[in-house]
């Protein structure tokens, strides 16, 4: 992955900056879509996911297998593959059961809305509890993107760059711009809108998961809060890889090497939630009940 450098901000500051890259984002608003009521033990644009889990799974690569350093490789789940066998998964732990709700789309979860980025671990946490959510668990981000049959991919056993905003060209970014304290807002959006290739939340049918949760590969990177490995060496992992090449864009991998404070022009986030138990009424993002029925 292309992301070595990276930005590191204080809490304060980077507040302001997301606050204005939002604002100044093309897409961000005009062209979203009110979020529909799926569930009626979730909140408004969530997917409920109802499954079993398996923390420690293997598929079986049967084409373009290789190293992270591109070289061929045996493993039947290497660090890249292009085919794996389709229904050869086998679970080597005990299952769990998992019920949560998870973000239809990617922050700000809305449809033709372009995915927030320049965004800390920290940040998305506080984003997600202000909305009466949470950062979903890096277990929680699996189960919702592989679905029930436990897919290597959001969409199937086969890489398939035009189901996702995945494989497009990196373009070297200026980090004395991305990693500047004291940039201006409109510096930082210039920058970002110069390396961005991401693409409208939805605008890529394909890119759906079996319980119907999008853009679950590429796009952007996306926080989790790390379960599986126990919050080491970070609380946080990023999950479902970049629109750039060199990405792997599976369900199962991570990137664990970035820590808390990283904010970077690829990196975003969707939240999290616990279903309601009882039909109570759930809240929509402005704060009020919906109408009977959902809408």
């Given amino acids: 992955m292309r992301d070595e450098l990276v930005s590191v901000v204080d809490e304060e500051q980077e507040t302001k900056l997301v606050a204005s890259v939002e604002a100044a984002a093309p897409g961000s608003a005009s062209a979203a879509t009110p979020p529909v009521q799926h569930s009626s033990r979730c909140p408004v644009g969530m997917i409920e996911v109802d499954g079993l889990y398996c923390a420690k799974l293997l598929h079986r690569c049967i084409k373009g297998g290789k190293t992270h350093t591109g070289e061929d490789s045996p493993y039947p789940e290497p660090y890249y593959c292009d085919e794996f066998a389709v229904g050869d998964v086998k679970c080597f732990s005990q299952e769990e059961k998992k019920h949560f709700c998870i973000d239809e789309y990617e922050y700000p979860n809305q449809k033709g809305?372009?995915?927030?980025?320049?965004?800390?671990w920290y940040e998305a946490k506080r984003l997600c509890e202000e909305h009466g959510k949470r950062l979903c668990g890096d277990d929680e981000w699996n189960l919702a993107c592989e679905g029930p049959e436990r897919l290597p991919y959001v969409y199937g056993w086969k890489r398939d760059r035009s189901a996702c905003n995945i494989d497009k060209r990196w373009i070297k970014p200026?980090?004395?711009?991305?990693?500047?304290?004291?940039?201006?807002?409109?510096?930082l959006q210039t920058e970002i809108e110069r390396l961005s290739k991401r693409v409208p939340s939805g605008s890529m049918p394909r890119c759906k998961s079996a319980y119907g949760v999008m853009d679950m590969g590429g796009n952007v990177d996306e926080w989790t809060v790390n379960?599986?490995?126990?919050?080491?060496?970070?609380?946080?992992?990023?999950?479902?890889?970049?629109?750039?090449?060199?990405?792997?864009?599976?369900?199962r991998p991570v990137t664990a090497r970035h820590g808390e404070t990283t904010a970077y022009y690829a990196q975003g986030f969707r939240c999290c939630a616990d279903p309601t138990t009882t039909e109570q009424a759930l809240p929509t993002p402005g704060g009020t009940s919906p109408p009977p029925g959902g809408s």
Avoid: F, Y
Wanted: glycine share 14%; net charge positive; charged share 20%.
């Fill in 113 to 120: 809305a372009i995915p927030r980025v320049m965004v800390s």
């Fill in 174 to 187: 200026n980090d004395g711009i991305l990693a500047n304290k004291g940039v201006s807002p409109e510096r």
């Fill in 227 to 251: 379960v599986t490995w126990h919050g080491k060496p970070h609380q946080s992992l990023l999950k479902g890889g970049h629109w750039m090449g060199g990405a792997r864009n599976r369900c």
